[in-house]
């Protein structure tokens, strides 16, 4: 969904203070629902890990690709940018 419409994304992520609150709980709850998701699959793929260090680990890698996200449709197209955004997701996601 990033990559397809990255100017709705930027404004979700950037505008999101601006809504009203009940607007704002909703959409700060579906991220922390998103988020949770990702670290209930971290800890299945990896359960020894620690609920905090999960959400830790799934809070980098998603800022991580936000920002790259965001840097490629300011800086152009790098053609390494692929490559280097999963090479640390994997460093990130299976560190020990």
């Given at each position: 969904?990033?990559?397809t419409?990255?100017?709705?994304?930027?404004?979700?992520v950037?505008?999101?203070i601006h809504?009203?609150?009940?607007q704002?709980?909703d959409v700060?709850?579906?991220?922390?629902?998103?988020?949770?998701?990702w670290v209930?699959l971290?800890?299945?793929?990896?359960p020894?890990?620690p609920?905090a260090?999960?959400?830790?680990?799934?809070?980098?890698?998603?800022?991580?690709v936000?920002?790259?996200?965001?840097?490629r449709?300011?800086?152009?197209?790098d053609?390494g940018?692929?490559?280097?955004?999963s090479?640390c997701?994997?460093?990130?996601?299976s560190?020990?």
């Open positions: 969904m990033v990559q419409h990255q100017d709705l994304f930027t404004a979700l950037t505008e999101v809504l009203p609150d009940e704002r709980h700060r709850r579906t991220q922390h629902d998103h988020v949770m998701e209930r971290l800890r299945a793929r990896r020894e890990l609920r260090e999960a959400q830790a680990l799934v809070h980098a890698v998603l800022a991580m936000n920002t790259m996200s965001s840097a449709g300011t800086c152009g197209v053609p940018l692929r490559t280097s955004c090479s997701r994997r460093v990130l996601l560190a020990r």
